[in-house]
């Protein structure tokens, strides 16, 4: 019966958690040698189905059959997976900061005799895995001083190094920016013509059309159907449809900017890293935003926006320098993030596990848990008819998928995590928003919802910035955009003379032009 | 066992240690012929015990926040000796020095947590630290001699409900109180359900909640009702009582106010606190200095009940406390606690402490059977947790792939940056 053509055939695939059915009687067929692709919504099970292919939910914890080259599999961990040549990238990467690039890629899987390590053998066999995926770097460098691309190579030179038969990437090129992205694609394709295959769950849908053979969408839960990109004929609102069920006229609502007066203004913002003083990581910054206005920040990773904005955010980031912040036509020194929440700043942070949440904590009190002297008597007791009421709010207004305001965030899926992350921002009733990568990870429909949001915000009055690495993002949304490079501000165009190329040239200007 | 469950808190950790607590006090019962639930006996536990409970109550916030206190045991007594001497050579009247002691603990307390918060040393440090100076403290104060103290301040250690109103051949006050406090459980059991049926939160079914109130009303009026049969004169413990004072009152802050919730958030994730404005190191502050004033108010508690102080008070009390707490379903990491937990854990402690005692088990054998049972109670925690947050053990070994291969991995063991895991820990 074992088709040679097939890799990998998951068969009426049903997983379930406590008051949540993920999967339902999933289909999924796989060819050998081919690119497939796993498109859906948030929530809708995409990672849950690659967590039971790769044994992290061990056999017994799901109903249905894997066959993988013809073989029923029973992984009972991703040990076994990994012997059978199945190895996952998780959504979030699994670097440990602090070794180094060898270190991490061999870390389980040490090359030692008795228990000795042999450095010379294990770099070099890391320096020759790495020139297999095009990253020329010293293994010897620790991970957390190269960028989240790099990071992603590593991660699969090190399943490289596992005899990887098939590869799941799961949103690999969430966190990376254009070039990064592409080059990772290069890499999937030059491993698909060694006969590696591979499958990648992704919410860049241009990306999935560039690079797929095939793609499985999947939809509550439920295959929707696969599609044969091969065969033609498919394109991204194809997919979207399949997706959401219906056809999505644009990407963004409509919108009719009302702009105001100019009420936050920061100048000369100077700010030195937290480790390293004489390297600056904002250099004499100067920009402004006035009411009802999206002002979008371009720049490439490590540019410094994050940094910008973390330090406008009650100095929490480096060490402040000089600078001057204007907020309502008074001077203000917000340095820190108690007294920036009270002045009207919101900072929805770019990542959402280390920063953004406490894992431990519910729907209902992360969604208040940035402002709760909003749902707190003088003397600071909870109301939590009020706190209850609230979540629900959110939970409503952003579609948030959980079976109820009292589920634990760590359980929501990446997607609905990030809703959570938003609506206490939201809760908190900023005069001016900064939302950093906002759509990170976030599905088409979900996207439009998001956006929709940050338009009404503007729409009410309040100022809306947006740092984003996604161009047509930042183009589709934004008033105006200024960009940055290497911690200055290098330009900043107008919604009408902005375009790809003018923002990526000044992107990579080092110096500064008067805006 | 779903609807068992239920009653019990729904949470399995709560009802496993509920579970834990109640067979072993049926199994004393048992195997010391009916001694450990005896009026002495009962009340005897709750006084000789209260002030590891009151440790306990402050030693949970500090793990929640993701720190650690060695000290108490030391800073306990080097507030009973000042507080003895205070009375002694100035005297003090005993109320006041009551006072006194609280604001030496405070000081002491202010004193670590501004090298916990402020200079950022690791609270193991600090408080390693503060456990030699305040032994020294102690002995050097008290030049190494007990100091006994006057028979008014031995009321909050050794103290009882006063015998008042018709001779029931109970204590009638002590009675008095279980009914009150039955009576206020089941008010606030129903107004909690009316106010979630009022904002459409789910209400859990009306048999359990009737199974529980039957139940905690049964073993709350039990337990007055024996310890108000007691020999005339001894009745429901003073020391008791500010114990359940305290319990109600940290039990609402830690879950019901913000500088509860703040709590949690810093021992959760202390980045993401930090960016949602809470004052973290304030909060360290706090947490720190409130544990060294408990740690006060339990060595006044303890100098009470055996009349004086002395050089040797408070040793290896930190430790109980500690087990209490984990017992109770801490989490090493942080994050997680409660203050009720914490004083079951405290009490299975001290049932099994009280058991083996009346048994005449030796020292030797009671603390390897202590050693184990606080092993046993965290394993089983581990083993739970299996569906929840992974272990500090689990998130440092996370990048193995075997541990990733336990589903309590795969997506929380990535959340923290080892610096951060490094930091929670200490
Ligand atoms: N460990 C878990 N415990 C409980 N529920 C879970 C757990 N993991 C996933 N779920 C639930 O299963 C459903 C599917 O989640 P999954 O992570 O597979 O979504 P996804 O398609 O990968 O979404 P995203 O695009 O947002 O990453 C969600 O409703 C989620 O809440
Ligand atoms: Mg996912």
Redesign the pocket.
Known sequence: MADPDVILEMRDISKS?PG?K?LQHVNFTVKRGEVHAIC?E???????LMKVLSGVWPHGTYEGDIYYNGDLCTFKDIRASEHAGIVIIH?ELALIPELSIAENMFIGNENAKSGVIDWVATNNKARELLARVGLREDPETPIKNIGVGKQQLVEIAKALNKDVQLLILDEPTAALNEEDSRHLLDLIRGLRSKGITCVIIS?KLNEIEAIANSITIIRDGQTVETLDVDAGGVNEDRIIKGMVGRSLESRFPDHTPKIGEKFFEISGWTVQHPQVPDRLVCKNSSFFVRQGEIVGFAGLMGAGRTELMRSIFGHSYGNFVSGSMVLDGKPVKLDSVSKAIEAGIGYVTEDRKVLGLNLLDSVKTTTVSAELTKIASRLGVVDRHAEFVAAEDYRKQLRT?TPSVEYGVS??????QQKVVLAKWLFTDPELLILDEPTR?I?VGAKYEIYGIIQRLAESGKGVIVVSSELPELLGLSDRIYTICEGAITGCLDKREANQESLMRLMTTTTAKSA | MDKLKQVFGGDTRQFGMIFALVALILFFQWWTGGLTLKADNVINIFQGNAYILVLAIGMVLVIIAGHIDLSVGSVAAAVGISVAMAIRDWSLPWPVAILFGLGVGALIGAWQGFWVAYVGIPAFIVTLAGMLIFRGLNQYIGKSNTVPVPEGFQKIGAGYLPEVGPNTDYNNLTLLLGFAIVAAIIFGTFRTRRNQAKIGATVEPMLVTLLRLGLISAAILAAMALMASGRPGTSMPLSGIILAVLVIIYGFISTRTVVGRHIYAVGGNRHAAELSGVKTKKIDFLVMMNMSMLAALAGMMFVARSTSSGPFDGVGWELDAIAAVFIGGAAVSGGVGTVVGSMIGGLVMAVLNNGLQLKGIGADMTQIIKGLVLLTAVAFDVFQKSQGRPSLIGRLMRNKPQDVAAPAQTDLGREAPVDQVVRTES
């Open positions: 958690f949540v993920a859906g948030n929530g809708a099970g995409k990672s849950t959504q919410h998928k359980k929501l899926s990446g997607g609905n990870g599905d």
